[in-house]
């Protein structure tokens, strides 16, 4: 459940340093009673991030009277996860009547929350996992679960996966392996029940959505290779097997997004304020310049920016690429050699 007058005294704290303020807006299809909650506070240099997931629009007209005049950036979790949950326009539009003070697009941003949770499973196991030549097993082989095998496997890794329909979990596993890199050795393979692919694991990963839990002390029993799990499907390791696990060396972590949830604030954030702000084609003098992925015109000097020219990359050869690499020669140094070359002529 919210608490919304903690909720409001946050804001009314962070406010009072000079760190801009992000508020995420998501949902989750995760078990457990469907009462909205706030996620947990995380800090960085620049920034102070909270937020809140959402089970009713009830709940999120609530918190944006309370956020609306202090937050500097607002990101919504663009994927549906529930049934009748809110949209993205119906948000923007009721903070633009809440707020009188005019938004621009620079304050609203959407992401996909199911992606994230991808990217950050697959940086901890490959670091975790680096120097392992382990097997790895995914339960619930749904959209984090299929794209996470996916990553696995172009790592060279031996991913088998399983869900509890068959006839999809087919579907799935030869879809894969047409996507998948033909130069990669190891097909992924479909496992038709937990036990058969925790007994194959050495690492187990939970993606399953089940409204129990679906590893237990009776199926840890069972598998004599595993030495991990990493639940990001949440609450689905069994009190039983919880302790089970722990008696016999099985590590078992929640999978923590916080990470590449900042990094993909703070680079959406670059992206929009920098990034964004560089594409374009300039006359200046006699030349145009291209930067920030414009086509350019052949022989336009593709540079750093547009708007403040400090390195000339190359030459456009007029079809998205380069008809002369210049390195990062400065804009000084090219129009001397320019000069330099029309007085030998």
């Known amino acids: 459940m919210v608490n919304y007058k903690q909720l409001s005294g946050d804001i009314l704290e962070l406010k009072k340093n000079k760190k801009k303020i992000v508020f995420t807006i998501g949902c989750t299809s995760k078990r457990g009673p469907k009462k909205s909650y706030l996620t947990p506070f995380r800090e960085t240099r620049h920034l102070n991030i909270l937020g809140i997931n959402i089970y009713n629009k009830d709940d999120i007209k609530k918190v944006i009277n309370i956020i609306k005049r202090f937050v500097d950036y607002v990101f919504i979790d663009c994927e549906k996860k529930i049934q009748n949950n809110f949209d993205i326009s119906e948000i923007i539009n009721y903070f633009k009547i809440r707020n009188k003070n005019k938004l621009n697009n620079n304050f609203f ?15 901890f196991l490959e670091k975790k996992f680096l120097d392992n030549n382990y097997v790895f097993g995914i339960v619930g082989c749904g959209n984090i679960g299929s794209k996470l095998a996916l990553k696995i496997s172009e790592r060279g890794r031996k991913v ?11 579907t799935i596993t030869k879809a894969l392996n047409l996507i998948k890199n033909k130069y990669i050795k190891n097909d992924i393979f479909l496992s038709t029940s937990i036990l058969k692919i925790t007994k194959k694991s050495n690492i187990l990963i939970s993606c399953s959505s089940s409204n129990k839990p679906v590893i237990t002390s009776q199926l840890l029993k069972k598998c004599q290779n595993l030495k991990f799990i990493l639940d990001v499907g949440k609450q689905s390791v069994s009190e039983d097997g919880m302790i089970f696990a722990y008696k016999n060396s099985i590590e078992i972590v929640r999978l923590d997004i916080s990470t590449s949830l900042i990094s993909m604030i703070e680079s959406y954030i670059k992206y929009d304020n920098s990034i964004l702000k560089k594409i374009g084609r300039k006359k200046i003098n006699e030349d145009f310049f291209v930067s920030g992925g ?22 456009a050869d007029g079809n998205g690429n380069f008809n002369k690499r210049f390195g990062n020669m400065s804009l000084k140094k090219y129009f001397l050699n320019k000069k330099f070359n029309k007085q030998k002529k």
Request: proline share 0%.
């Open 109 to 123: 941003f959407t992401y996909k929350a199911n992606d994230l949770t991808v990217e950050a499973a697959d940086k």
């Open 160 to 170: 088998y996966i399983f869900r509890r329909n068959l006839k999809k979990l087919k």
């Open 294 to 315: 414009c086509v350019g015109m052949k022989n336009d000097l593709i540079v750093d920016n547009v708007n403040n020219i400090r390195k000339i990359y190359g030459l």
